[in-house]
């Protein structure tokens, strides 16, 4: 059980395309889910926390405009990189958090974006 | 962003050896997890401890969660090639803060 799902795998895109990446709980409901950052042999940065049904809650530094958050239904949320440029190439991973000690966060496998 | 401190930052060891690394806030956290990543993948969860105190093995693994709910350790005994990877601490209460990683390498 605690199965999450992140699509693409890994994506290259040219510098002012946007990109989207979906995040899927597959065995479980997921309240709340979080998308995070990470930057080669470096750990995992929070980005935003989504709630399904309300507006993302994005951490200090984080451009809401830029990475825009859907979190539609309980399964599923979606991080789109508006406007890609190469700085925004980076390894983004997603969790999920059921209602069953909603502290204990599952991963997805991630999304490696190079932007040219 | 705020990330909690993980020591020791890489280990290399031999195979059968134990391991020990830790974690410590200036925070209180309700909750303390442990997970381990390998390259390209996202971070497997190892064990999750929800009360101070706490003292929870998986398999050769034992973690427990700190009295003062400042800190937590992570034990793996007789280690094997497998359990080569990056290893997370994680604080939680409304959100996880991760630790810093330790590199494990364990040499047959």
């Known amino acids: 059980g605690a199965v999450v799902s992140q699509h693409p795998s890994r994506v290259i895109c040219k510098s002012g395309t946007s990109v989207k990446i979906e995040c899927r709980s597959l065995d479980f409901q997921a309240t709340t889910m979080f998308w995070y950052r990470q930057f080669p042999k470096k750990s995992l940065m929070l980005m935003a926390t989504?709630?399904?049904?309300?507006?993302?809650?994005?951490e200090q530094g984080v451009e809401k405009d830029k990475f825009l958050i859907n979190h539609a239904s309980l399964t599923l949320s979606t991080l789109t990189v508006t406007s890609a440029h190469p700085e925004d190439s980076s390894f983004y991973i997603c969790?999920?958090?059921?209602?069953?000690?909603?502290?204990?966060?599952?991963f997805g496998p991630g999304t490696r974006l190079t932007v040219l | 962003g705020q990330q909690l401190n993980q020591s020791p930052q890489s280990m290399f060891i031999q195979e059968g050896e134990d391991v020990s690394m830790n974690c410590t806030s200036s925070s209180i956290f309700n909750t303390w997890l442990w997970y381990k990543q390998d390259p390209g993948e996202g971070p497997v969860l190892l064990i999750a401890?929800?009360?101070?105190?706490e003292l929870t093995s998986n398999g050769r693994l034992t973690a427990q969660f700190g009295i003062t709910r400042k800190d937590s350790f992570l034990n793996i005994s007789a280690s094997i090639p497998s359990d080569v990877g990056i290893y997370f601490c994680?604080?939680?209460?409304?959100?996880?803060?991760f630790g810093t990683g330790t590199l494990l390498a364990v040499q047959p």
């Open positions: 969790s999920a958090a059921g209602g069953w000690g909603t502290d204990t966060q599952y």
């Open positions: 989504s709630n399904e049904g309300s507006k993302a809650t994005y």
């Open positions: 401890l929800y009360k101070a105190g």
């Open positions: 994680g604080g939680a209460t409304n959100k996880l803060i």
